[in-house]
């Protein structure tokens, strides 16, 4: 009878114990920021809002009034009589290879490459992009880094390597590189082996490289659409 009370206690406990962490994380206060005296453009009105205020709790513009907001704790900022507005979203961006596209190929590892996109997103947001759809490059471990707060960065939904057919949009190869020539077809140009592009020639090869990258495109949970925006689809 011991042993049975005794489990029964423990599990109890267990059990209260999960609710109550499961009620704090529902309760969970996000940071709050309130934006003092300032004009806000909305994106849809000719005219700014003077004299406003805004207070933003984690991610959610939660309140934007005429005058004073009250929000203890926040952190405030007093915009000085300046403009605010809503970030601005890139429709086409190419962080990782945003750099002299020769050196790739001559001079460049794909460390290279990921430095410099640290500098070209923290610019991005600095412009006041907060979003941006990156349209070809190996910009997924970006991402996920600028996701889990490591580095400064807009959100980004990148769409993997550009698939282009030969002397396409995106084969960049010259005379001189390796895979130029089918005698060498199985050597692989610093832009393929990077995953900034392929080169798919015909329908076959498209859909493969389509299936080689899409493992990689997992769906947003937060905002229920598809990382990857750009998708060979066929019927």
Known sequence: MFIKKGLLSACLTAVLAFTASAFAQEQKVEPQILFTNVNVFDGKSDKLAEGMSVLVEGNLIKK???GDIE???ATVIDGGGRTLMPGLID???HFMINDDYGK???DRELADLAYNSVVVANRALMDGFTAARDMGGPAFALQRAIDSGLIPGPRIYPSGA????TSGHGDFRERGDTAYSINDKDSLPNFERFGIGVVADGVPSA???EIESSPRCKP?????WWRRFVSLRSD
């Open 64 to 66: 934007v009034a005429k």
């Open 71 to 73: 929000a203890e704790g």
């Open 91 to 93: 429709g086409h961006v």
């Open 104 to 106: 790739i190929e001559t």
């Open 162 to 165: 550009f698939i282009s057919q």
């Open 207 to 209: 859909r493969s490289h």
């Open 220 to 224: 947003d949970q937060d905002h229920g």
